[in-house]
């Protein structure tokens, strides 16, 4: 095996990231963040249609599937919130 320095400079640079790896910007917080701004803005749009069909301008049927939307995003919010809620009485529950 013959070692020349392109090679060597060629294995540094990709071994690199590896010891000065670059930070993530999808960490708990951004992604928290993310999630609760979709779920505001499923609800905020079933608002809006609800607001439009009353007004007659929007079909029915789009009513119902924003509907059904919102309620299936309002029944992952809760269960997240009963799975942080146990996670936490669960960790009272250790001896210290």
Request: glycine letters at 4%; proline letters at 7%; charged letters at 20%.
């Amino acid at each position: 095996m013959e070692f020349t320095s392109a090679r060597a400079l060629q294995s540094y640079i990709s071994a690199k990231p590896a010891t000065n790896p670059t930070p993530l910007e999808e960490g708990p917080k951004p992604l928290a963040s993310g999630l609760f701004a979709d779920f505001a803005s499923t609800l905020q749009a079933t608002d809006q249609v609800a607001q439009a069909t009353l007004a007659g301008g929007e079909n029915p049927q789009s009513l119902v599937e924003t509907i059904a939307q919102s309620q299936l995003a309002i029944e992952t919010a809760v269960t997240v919130r009963d799975r942080v809620v146990e996670a936490y009485q669960e960790i009272l529950r250790m001896p210290v």
